[in-house]
């Protein structure tokens, strides 16, 4: 099967940075998009940037400028760098992935999540 694997969370007052890794693992054939979504207490989950395999990147206006995703397709690893971290960014982080197992099995996998909490 496949697993993803979350790293980088934490704790980090307001106007700090952190940076987010997520490592595909498993039997894969090809990982199309990846992305980070998030969710608050109490609110939906959100995605807040994701990536293609090309590198065509999309982001949610409230991180636009501030968070830059990127990824490396020879490990199947997706990063995060969240900058000028606020207080509504707090949520847990989860990774989410499209992977081909084969050619003709494709399925949505995602991180356990990982907890970012900024202070005011």
């Known amino acids: 099967q496949v697993q993803l694997v979350e790293s980088g969370g934490g704790l980090v007052q307001a106007g700090g940075s952190l940076r987010l890794s997520c490592a595909a693992s498993?039997?894969?054939?090809?990982?199309?998009?990846m992305g980070w979504y998030r969710q608050a207490p109490g609110k939906q989950r959100e995605l807040v940037a994701s990536i293609t395999i090309g590198g065509a990147t999309n982001y949610a206006g409230s991180v636009r400028g501030r968070f830059t995703i990127s990824r490396d397709n020879a490990k199947n690893t997706v990063y995060l760098q969240m900058n000028s971290l606020d207080s509504k960014d707090t949520a847990v982080y989860y990774c989410?992935?499209?992977?081909?197992?084969?050619?003709?099995?494709?399925?949505?996998?995602w991180g356990q999540g990982t907890q970012v909490t900024v202070s005011s």
């Open positions: 498993g039997l894969i054939f090809s990982v199309n998009t």
């Open positions: 989410n992935a499209d992977v081909w197992q084969s050619a003709l099995a494709r399925r949505a996998v």
